[in-house]
């Protein structure tokens, strides 16, 4: 990243991210309303945290991104509504592969490569999972910053997971797998365990009170 482009917020983020998908898959309302980025931001589907700005924040968080030219207002073609269209490609220097990527990330949260190239399908076709990775090798030896970081691989999970760096150093578990690939963590699993053996413990004894009370009545 350019030293001149400061680190996102977690809003940012996501408008950035919303603004990269909304021109690829939905052309006719791109740019974007503050209506439209808004419900973007806190859409339920497709989003990795989900978020509940109200406009208030995403016009304060505009405002910075306007700031940086990383965001443009327009009237469009009706010239009653203000909308808004992303800078992010031009202003990091990025082809439209690299913008896919960190798009994705921006809106989904850190990713295997497998699962990088199936959301990015929509923005960018990439042919196999081994070009998926070698445009986030690229975006994470970049001489000037790098954007994507490969986190450690999580005990049970079979790929390593990508995360975007533009909000700064993503925070690592630091316990077993997230459950990504179907495992199921120790902690979590021994807690479960505990829990079925006092559910049976409990059972065991209704069940007992139940025949004891039988045989005194018969």
Not at 13 to 25: D, F, M, P, S, Y
Not at 64 to 89: D, K, P
Not at 185 to 198: N, P, V, W
Request: some cysteine; hydrophobic content about 35%; charged content about 25%.
């Amino acid at each position: 990243m350019s030293h001149e482009l400061p680190l996102l917020t977690l809003l940012e983020a996501r408008i950035l991210g919303v603004l990269v998908e909304k021109e690829k898959t939905t052309p006719d309302a791109y740019p974007l309303t503050l209506n439209s980025l808004t419900a973007g931001c806190n859409q339920k589907s497709s989003r990795e945290p989900v978020m509940n700005a109200d406009e208030s924040e995403v016009q304060s968080a505009l405002k910075e991104l306007r700031g940086r030219l990383l965001v443009l207002e327009t009237y469009g073609a009706s010239g009653r509504v203000l909308r808004y269209a992303q800078n992010f490609g031009k202003c990091y220097g990025l082809p439209m592969t690299s913008v896919a990527l960190l798009s994705v990330l921006m809106l989904r949260g850190a990713q295997t490569v497998s699962e990088l190239r199936a959301n990015c399908e929509r923005l960018y076709h990439f042919d196999d999972a081994s070009s998926v990775e070698a445009y986030l090798e690229e975006l994470a030896a970049r001489s000037n910053s790098a954007l994507v970081a490969r986190l450690p691989k999580q005990t049970g999970s079979r790929e390593h997971r990508w995360a975007h760096l533009l909000c700064g150093q993503p925070s690592v578990p630091t316990g077993p797998g997230n459950g990504r690939d179907g495992d199921v963590g120790d902690s979590a699993l021994e807690e479960r365990i505990s829990r079925l053996e006092t559910e049976v413990g409990e059972l065991r004894n209704i069940i007992s009170r139940i025949t004891a009370h039988t045989q005194r009545d018969s």
